[in-house]
């Protein structure tokens, strides 16, 4: 029963179709000129599949003029933050000049402690 069902409302859907693409009475205006039926229909159908092919091309193409804009734009902001950390580097450091006085001085120990630890190493072997 529910094929049934399935398969007569699949005709009247076909016969609604048909129905709506009859192109017996469609009148085209092309250049001046009329045209009645058949090729009326395909006139329209051709004209709008173009335009919908156009809008199509003209919608990818927007979004890709979008994506590389926006890339460029990410690219640019990533700049911006580095140089933004530059500077902040740059205006910070003059505090930090004690500090680094500290970690120089503890490179300077442990880099001689190193080297007098490889030389015990040696004169042992």
Not at 20 to 39: A, C, H, I, K, R
Not at 59 to 78: K, N, Q, S
Request: charged share 15%; net charge neutral; aromatic share 8%.
């Amino acid at each position: 029963m529910k094929r049934l069902l399935a398969c007569a409302v699949i005709v009247l859907l076909a016969i609604a179709a048909m129905h709506t693409l009859d192109m017996g009475d469609w009148t085209v205006s092309f250049g001046g000129d009329e045209y009645e039926g058949p090729l009326a229909a395909l006139f329209s159908l051709i004209f709008g599949a173009g335009g919908l092919v156009i809008a199509a091309v003209a919608i990818v193409c927007a979004a890709l003029f979008v994506g590389l804009l926006f890339a460029g734009l990410g690219v640019l902001m990533v700049a911006g933050l580095a140089l933004l950390a530059v500077v902040l580097v740059a205006a910070i450091s003059p505090f930090l000049l004690p500090l680094l006085i500290l970690f120089g001085l503890w490179y300077m120990v442990s880099r001689r402690r190193e080297r007098r630890q490889a030389d015990l190493k040696e004169h042992t072997i």
